[in-house]
């Protein structure tokens, strides 16, 4: 059977299948004596935990050396979990290996790119390819698989954590051999490696596989193909470990799901979770704030896209923060409100469980200073009353929002995984760029005019959308090109932008001019790059700022919509932002340059006003909230989060509220406030 995207949720702590909001945090009771244990647990109650992720990083204390064991201290904790209700999440504890392994296996730590060894001190230490690595992790998977795979406190496996999050890119020699198998596998013989790869260039020619090194440190650019398929096959080494891990779990308890909890965040690009979806029995994700004026953008972004990977089922949301992180250069708190409007954002845009990093606050290591549902200053703080707030808000107000999934939008932006690697690497046209930013910038475009905007990888299904937004769609292989156009020739509007369409799946540069195999359709040809300095900029005549790049572009087909031209530098009079229309009465628009939120929102409201798209929000809402939807069978629920610091009024707004309103009075939506209501379907 396959279990493709099955949306497989754990057990609910009563036992039953019923669908229920979860909420808890990674919980680490080696850090703590029995006796807090008991608190803890208390604690959990109070604040409406039900489920835990438990041992994580447990590996030490449970496999004591390679052939002792000490599960007493876990058991006890299971039972006692179990004892209060309280349902876990178990970890194969299989991510951060013990001293005992790492001194008698030295070769399984992780090399960097100019060959020094990441050495153990801290976590994750591991090369995703060594077999001795891969020997003694899969036998503790399966310790854990046979002594908990019937504890009833068990509804779901954690596998490892957070895979890749410091050592995705592995040079060794286990990484060398591997990385070998995986070019056999995808190119069969040298020949084609050698044409796939352009090692005519620079005299780069192999003539023997043992030849092939992973792109190491060089005298110069590494080959482009080479550095692609190098993060091709670090992603592919990584799911092909969990793949190894999840299949022992299902062959010993093929009646408790396994998901691993994937980083779908701004500056987070190495694994390809796109292919990492289809894997999970349900997608789980991990996320932090990042400040800046797109902080809560950039979160609805990332839970948009992860709910897009789940193709719009439920998913798990494992970790995000109470309040501050550890690892930002400064570490600022959350405000008021924010801890329950950043969890808020997460179920609107489809999680079924909110997690933290983590229940207590560490006295002691390398995150004492990372916020705790339970902090430092005890359960007599705001933090810890706004947690417990927030579990009743789940647990009551929102029960019957779980297991509902997220209503499509209809519009979709795309985020392509190769087209991010291409991008990020050296020897381009400009450095700088960001495939992910410029999505992002255009999901802003979008939650400016009230618009909502679905993101999805780009393997997902386009039909039912009525635009589609494709930026900087860098690597575009024919089949991609074919799927997008016969997007546009069945009637669908197609926005794509600057290096867009450039390169095949090889990274070899389409002949004839970007972008390549659009260039039909979109009725345009780039004959040359025209990127920007920092700092510089170029008029266009519409009265919007052009910074970073530039095309100096011709348009092929006459009946090609000139939307505006370069009105200052040398393509000033020269087409920079065009739109063909497509006999089915789709269309294709091409951007060239980047624009600021401002422009870039009065380009977004232009087109979506030809396309027919309009804002589901009152006009005096627009741009201050954020509307979000979950589909029930009989009702919809409407998520409204403010995202201003001022209060905004609701008047006006049917539904009847489930929480963040007082139900009789006045509908003000509170600054970093979230309101859900429930509106009946089809109304
Ligand atoms: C990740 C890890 C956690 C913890 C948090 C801190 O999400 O999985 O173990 O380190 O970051 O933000």
Not at 202 to 222: F, K, M, V
Not at 292 to 321: C, I, K, V
Not at 402 to 426: F, H, L, N, P
Not at 440 to 460: I, Q, T
């Amino acid at each position: 059977m396959s279990r493709t995207h099955a949306y497989n949720q754990p057990r609910g702590p009563d036992g039953s299948a019923r669908r229920y909001l979860a909420y808890g945090a990674d919980y680490n009771p080696e850090q703590w004596s029995r006796e807090v244990w008991a608190e803890d647990v208390r604690l959990m109650r109070e604040a409406g935990v039900n489920i835990v992720n438990l041992g994580i990083f447990s590996w030490a204390r449970i496999q004591t050396g390679p052939n002792t064991w000490d599960f007493t201290w876990l058991d006890e904790v299971m039972d006692l979990l179990h004892d209060n209700g309280i349902t876990v999440d178990l970890a194969t504890a299989t991510a951060s290996p013990p001293a005992w392994l790492t001194t008698a296996h030295p070769e399984i730590l992780p090399v960097t790119h100019t060959g020094e060894t990441l050495w153990p001190g801290a976590r994750q230490h591991w090369r995703p390819t060594s077999p001795v690595f891969r020997e003694h992790a899969l036998r503790l998977a399966e310790a854990m698989a046979e002594r908990y795979g019937n504890h009833p406190a068990l509804v779901a496996w954690h596998v490892s954590n957070e895979l890749g999050c410091h050592n995705i890119y592995d040079y060794s020699e286990d990484a060398a051999t591997a990385f070998r198998g995986w070019l056999r596998h995808r190119y069969g013989t040298l020949d084609a490696l050698n044409h796939a790869w352009g090692t005519a260039f620079w005299s780069q020619h192999y003539t023997d596989w043992e030849q092939i090194l992973p792109p190491r440190l060089a005298a110069s650019h590494a080959n482009p193909t080479q550095q692609l398929d190098f993060k091709r096959f670090s992603s592919d080494a990584l799911l092909e470990y969990f793949r190894a891990e999840r299949e022992i779990l299902r062959r010993l308890t093929p009646h408790v799901p396994v998901t691993t909890n994937f980083m779908v965040m701004g500056h987070i690009t190495g694994m390809n979770y796109a292919e990492w979806a289809h894997e999970v029995d349900f997608v789980s994700n991990d996320h932090y704030v990042h400040p800046g004026p797109q902080r809560l953008d950039e979160l609805s972004f990332s839970a948009n896209l992860t709910s897009g990977l789940a193709r719009g089922r439920p998913w798990y949301l494992m970790e995000h923060s109470t309040s501050a992180v550890n690892w930002q250069p400064v570490n600022v708190p959350k405000a008021p409100g924010e801890l329950s409007r950043d969890s808020l954002l997460h179920v609107a845009h489809g999680a079924d469980a909110v997690c933290y990093f983590q229940w207590r606050q560490s006295a002691a290591g390398a995150e004492k200073y990372h916020s705790a549902m339970v902090p430092h200053a005890g359960a007599d703080s705001r933090v810890f009353r706004e947690v417990t707030e927030l579990g009743r808000v789940l647990g009551e107000d929102l029960a019957e929002v779980a297991g509902t999934e997220r209503r499509r939008s209809r519009t979709a932006i795309i985020i392509d995984w190769e087209s991010r690697w291409a991008v990020e690497r050296d020897s381009l046209p400009r450095s700088g760029l960001d495939h992910h930013q410029e999505a992002l910038d255009w999901y802003s475009a979008f939650l400016d005019l009230g618009v909502r905007a679905d993101v999805v990888p780009s393997d997902a299904p386009l039909e039912g959308y009525d635009t589609v937004i494709a930026p900087m769609l860098n690597v575009l292989p024919q089949d991609v090109a074919d799927h997008l156009t016969a997007y546009v020739n069945g009637g669908g509007h197609l926005v794509t932008t600057y290096f867009s369409g450039v390169v095949d799946q090889n990274d070899h540069v389409h002949p004839g001019g970007s972008p390549g195999p659009l260039r039909e359709l979109l009725g345009i040809r780039v004959e040359e790059f025209a990127p920007l300095l920092d700092g510089a900029s170029l008029a266009l005549d519409d009265g919007s700022v052009a910074t970073l790049w530039s095309d100096d572009l011709a348009v092929i087909d006459p009946s090609v919509t000139v939307l505006a031209s370069y009105a200052s530098g040398h393509l000033s009079g020269q087409p920079a932002i065009t739109r063909r229309s497509a006999p089915g009465g789709g269309s294709a628009t091409y951007v060239s340059t980047h624009l600021n939120r401002k422009d870039l929102t009065a380009l977004s409201k232009k087109l979506l006003e030809t396309f027919g798209v309009h804002s589901e929000l009152p006009e005096d809402l627009r741009e201050r909230v954020e509307l979000t939807v979950r589909a029930g069978e009989s009702a919809e629920y409407w998520f409204l989060t403010n995202r201003t610091e001022e209060s905004v009024s609701l008047a006006g707004l049917a539904g009847e509220p489930l929480t963040g309103l007082s139900k009789t009075g006045e509908h003000t939506l509170p600054a970093r406030g979230t309101v859900v209501l429930r509106v009946p379907s089809g109304s």
